[in-house]
């Protein structure tokens, strides 16, 4: 089996791509950056360039998967520009490899697309649960932004290619993302809840992650799916247990909310959104959990 990763060198892509391998499956890659293009017995690069619509069809040969995880980093400050790129790196790229394989289908056998979308889709609530009925209004930035997203992702009907989108929570890895950023204040004992630090943290182990995505290729588990362990926890609690799993501590003290509107701007909702996100479906379709619990995880994370 091939398939073919987009978003490989980020946390989730380049995780993913080691599973792969590791499982002795055959990967391709697209890359926008020539220098990271490789070519090897299981591993080979191909070229796309999103703002000039360009893309190596090579890419697609022999390819029965293709795992689509391409995506600005929506956790940097949201300037004008870069609102503009979270938007075109998820949509530009999703089209770009609709057209391309609209293009060459009798060349290609592309079966099934798995694609990354986000919790960001639904509203923060103290109090609801959602699943992946839930209505989505479309009224703040992001909800815009994995709205258009899949009704992109929408269009590979069109080719009759299988599609299984995953919602995905707050990614817990070893390599980036949000331990990353709260490893530093941790190790110094200064880490600490925001606001209210009540917020619900539906949040997923890299691990869990990478064996959902495959499992839904071998299973062929098509539609939407959220990619959340089972368990979400309150923000003041997973900062607290972040510390314990290093043997440190946390201030009790939060940080208030103006402060981080400061220092973050607009981007600030990630921090304060509260989001209770069910996993009740992707159990239902047979899916176990490595790591359903927080501490769990956080012990698999920094044990090494």
Not at 2 to 24: A, M, P, Q
Not at 149 to 162: S, T, V
Not at 220 to 236: D, I
Not at 241 to 268: C, D, W
Request: net charge positive; proline share 3%.
């Amino acid at each position: 089996m091939k398939l073919l990763i987009t978003g490989g060198t980020g946390n989730i892509g380049s995780y993913l791509i080691e599973e792969i391998l590791s499982k002795g499956y055959l990967v391709n890659y697209l890359t926008r950056d020539r220098s990271k293009i490789k070519k090897s017995s299981n591993l080979n690069g191909f070229f796309w360039d999103i703002d000039r619509q360009i893309i190596d069809h090579k890419c697609f040969q022999g390819v029965s998967h293709i795992v689509h995880l391409s995506g600005e980093s929506i956790s940097k400050r949201w300037t004008k520009k870069r609102k503009k790129n979270i938007l075109s790196s998820r949509v530009l790229t999703t089209n770009l490899l609709f057209t391309s394989l609209s293009k060459y289908r009798s060349l290609y056998k592309v079966q099934h697309i798995v694609c990354a979308s986000a919790i960001g889709i639904y509203r923060s609530s103290y109090d609801k649960i959602y699943d992946e009925e839930s209505i989505c209004e479309g009224k703040t930035f992001l909800q815009q932004v994995v709205i258009k997203w899949e009704k992109e992702l929408l269009n590979f009907k069109k080719l009759g290619i299988n599609i299984t989108i995953f919602r995905i929570g707050l990614v817990l890895s070893k390599k980036g993302g949000i331990l990353k950023t709260l490893q530093t204040p941790t190790k110094f004992n200064i880490s600490a809840p925001i606001g209210t630090g009540k917020q619900l943290q539906s949040w997923i182990h890299e691990f869990d992650l990478s064996n959902m995505i495959m499992e839904s290729i071998f299973n062929k588990w098509f539609g939407v799916y959220n990619a959340v362990s089972p368990n979400p926890v309150e923000q003041k609690k997973f900062i607290k247990l972040y510390a314990k799993s290093l043997n440190k501590v946390s201030l009790p003290i939060p940080i208030p909310k103006a402060i981080i509107r400061l220092i973050f701007g607009e981007m600030s909702v990630l921090i304060f959104n509260s989001q209770y996100v069910s996993s009740k479906k992707i159990m239902d379709s047979g899916f176990i959990f490595r790591f359903p619990k927080i501490e769990e995880a956080f012990f698999n994370l920094v044990k090494d």
